[in-house]
């Protein structure tokens, strides 16, 4: 398990399932964008954040189950309906939802104490939504696999997600310090839409590094 072995093989899926990938994902992701927008337009200051989070637990399960399942599917070489994957994520929609709630919850926990505990929890609980989705585990018990099968893998799990994901933190802070991008406008809408599609790219290499660590025996 390399790092750049698992970014090179994520980005070959990715970039030649992208047309699926944008048809199964990229309508929510825009609805879920305006929804953050009107929130953050009509929340108070000090309230916005929170508000958003709750926002975001509408759709980003929903999205993010379904690509879950997208991914399982085409690594067993089918190919699966798009309105059939979105039924599935409704389905494990409230499961995924308070997964999401519980890890968000953990890691700005974490990272309130200082970045690095943060930086640990979200490499800790990353195989959480995959093995809610793909193992059928509660969400309290995929928090707790996700400790256990991330054992010994820390620092090329990180590697990869600081790779796929610090462009986009990046962009994230750009976007919302920018004045050219003022939080409302048109602009700041499609690049927030823009940032959230390309983050899809970190599930893609998340899901090959729990492919290949469901393969590989345990580490203590």
């Known amino acids: 398990m390399t790092p750049l ?6 980005w070959y899926f990715f970039s030649h399932n992208l047309p699926a990938i944008t048809r199964l ?6 609805l879920e964008g305006v929804l953050l927008q009107q929130v953050s337009s009509l929340a108070a ?20 189950a379904a690509l879950i399942l997208f991914l399982d599917a085409r690594s067993n070489g089918l190919q699966p309906r798009g309105l059939d994957l979105l039924a ?16 968000t919850l953990a ?4 990272a309130s104490l200082f970045v690095l505990p943060g930086l640990w929890l979200m490499v800790k ?20 696999e996700s400790f256990t099968m991330s054992s010994g893998y820390f620092w090329p799990m990180l590697t990869c997600i600081l790779m796929a994901m610090l462009p986009l933190w990046l962009l994230d802070a750009w976007i919302q310090s920018s004045p050219l991008f003022a939080e409302g406008t048109l602009a700041s809408l499609l690049l927030g839409c823009t940032s959230r ?23 203590d």
Request: charged fraction near 15%; glycine fraction near 6%.
């Open 25 to 30: 994902c990229l309508p929510l992701i825009i």
């Open 197 to 219: 599609f390309l983050q899809l790219f970190s599930s893609v290499v998340l899901f090959r590094l729990f492919m290949l660590r469901s393969t590989q025996p345990d580490v």
């Open 45 to 64: 200051d000090e309230s916005a954040a929170t508000w958003r989070l709750l926002a975001g637990l509408l759709f980003y399960p929903l999205y993010s």
């Open 107 to 110: 890691i700005l926990l974490g």
């Open 125 to 144: 609980l990353a195989f959480a939504e995959y093995l809610l989705v793909l193992r059928g585990l509660s969400p309290l018990k995929s928090l707790h």
């Open 88 to 103: 599935a994520g409704l389905r494990l929609w409230p499961s995924f939802a308070l997964l999401t709630g519980l890890n």
């Open 5 to 10: 072995s698992v970014l090179r093989d994520s």
